[in-house]
């Protein structure tokens, strides 16, 4: 499976972006999709992930409020809603898809992803 994320950019604090993954290839699982970033010096953290069977999705504590999560299922393709968008935000984004089924005990866990695309910048200026 291939994932292609798009939709990176250099935004000003309290503006928005969507980030779109689209996945290709007979192996995508159809599980569900995540997200995960990582900043400079600093370890690559959880941002959401949504179920592909019903659109559930988890998110951080840090983004929740700000951020949704969604998915087209005929598109193999998730998106994030990235909005209020703040400095602490700045960050590589990669999209991932697991390899067993999202639930709330895995889904933060980059363990739980078998696949990674490659990463999009998201600059939040302040």
């Known amino acids: 499976v291939q994932l292609q994320a798009s939709g990176g950019g250099l935004v000003q604090a309290g503006g928005s972006l969507r980030l779109s993954c689209a996945a290709s290839?007979?192996?995508?699982?159809?599980?569900?999709m995540g997200w995960f970033r990582q900043a400079p010096g600093k370890e690559r953290e959880f941002v959401p992930a949504?179920?592909?069977?019903?659109?559930?999705?988890y998110y951080a504590d840090s983004v929740k409020d700000r951020f949704t999560m969604s998915r087209d299922s005929a598109k193999n393709t998730a998106f994030l809603q990235m909005n209020s968008l703040r400095p602490e935000d700045t960050a590589v984004y990669s999209c991932a898809s697991p390899g067993r089924p999202l639930e709330g005990w895995n889904v933060r866990s980059s363990f739980s992803y078998r696949n990674w695309g490659q990463g999009t910048l998201v600059t939040v200026s302040s």
């Open positions: 290839g007979r192996t995508f699982s159809r599980l569900g």
């Open positions: 949504v179920r592909w069977s019903d659109g559930g999705a």
